[in-house]
């Protein structure tokens, strides 16, 4: 049977229980805003039940990054406010609804993608150039980083701490993490976003399919790229984004395939289920969660899990 929901806490406790066997651990988390780190402190939470020391790394201005009695949190200034922030995450999301041609969506995603990744950007500079924080997290002796690599931060900071990273993320744009960790997504059978296909295409919508990949390399090369740049940098060496991806010791996905397609598995890669959701145990949310992502996904598109 599939991994659930309600399994996804129990399976991160497990595989972070690697931070101490007979001692709780010290874990460094350097997360992403929005629904990504509503996820992840649900996890935070019952890591601190079981003894282990969390300290969060965040900037001073973010939508729900909040103290907690849960962990140790550790702030940073960035140059841009609360209201900039909570504009351009909404202007974002709401691109994320729409309809439209694909030349449409591709310019809309563009322009967000931009602006979202110039908060990012600056917030992590911020975070490499503050001499204090860093020496503190020098000197903090960590066992472990656990990150969201849709922002980069955390993988250079694995890194120059030479920690083991565990990569706790629902999914990296233009499928970095299938390319990262080797798994094959061929264009013949996997749809490509904003395509709208099912999994059973014509040879007409697998060639179309193909050529969705190219815009989506332009894509990542301005998103992305800016990280590759920063960890050269900061780390003093050249370092690609595939090699940011690459170091991570365990991918924590949370993947449904209820709602998704199936992917190939590598070893270091545990699917923990979709905790997209997890934010109310009442049955009506969770009809609702289902019923709005199938809403946006299209009925072609929504697939039963092959798990047995």
């Known amino acids: 049977m599939a991994l659930g929901l309600s399994a996804s806490p129990p399976a991160v406790l497990l595989l972070l229980s690697l931070l101490g066997l007979a001692a709780a651990g010290k874990l460094l988390v350097v997360p992403a805003d929005g629904s990504h780190w509503l996820s992840m402190r649900e996890v935070l939470d019952m890591l601190q039940q079981k003894g282990h020391e969390v300290v969060v790394v965040a900037p001073e201005v973010a939508l729900h990054i909040k103290p907690s009695k849960s962990f140790v949190m550790k702030m940073y200034p960035v140059p841009y406010t609360q209201e900039d922030l909570k504009k351009q995450f909404q202007a974002f999301f709401h691109?994320?609804?729409?309809?439209?041609?694909?030349?449409?969506?591709?310019?809309?995603?563009y322009q967000g993608i931009k602006r979202i990744t110039y908060f990012g950007v600056t917030s992590c500079g911020h975070l490499l150039q503050n001499k204090e924080l860093i020496r503190y997290l020098e000197e903090s002796k960590f066992d472990a980083?656990?990150?969201?690599p849709v922002l980069l931060c955390g993988a250079i900071l694995a890194k120059h701490l030479s920690l083991p990273a565990v990569y706790f993320l629902r999914g990296i744009p233009c499928g970095l993490d299938f390319e990262a960790t080797q798994c094959p997504r061929p264009p013949s059978y996997v749809p490509?976003?904003?395509t709208q296909f099912a999994d059973h295409m014509t040879f007409l919508q697998r060639v179309k399919n193909l050529l969705h990949d190219i815009p989506d390399i332009f894509l990542c090369d301005f998103a992305f790229e800016p990280y590759s740049k920063l960890a050269s940098e900061f780390l003093q060496q050249d370092v690609t984004v595939l090699d940011l991806l690459r170091q991570a010791s365990v991918w924590l996905m949370r993947s449904d395939f209820v709602l998704e397609y199936p992917r190939p598995l590598m070893p270091?890669?545990?699917p923990i289920g979709g905790s997209d959701c997890l934010f109310s145990q009442k049955p009506s949310a969770w009809r609702n969660c289902f019923s709005r992502r199938t809403e946006i996904r299209g009925e072609g598109e929504v697939r039963q899990s092959r798990a047995t």
């Open 145 to 148: 980083v656990l990150t969201d």
């Open 268 to 270: 270091n890669i545990i």
């Open 95 to 109: 691109f994320s609804f729409e309809q439209g041609s694909f030349l449409e969506r591709f310019v809309k995603a």
């Open 192 to 194: 490509r976003g904003f």
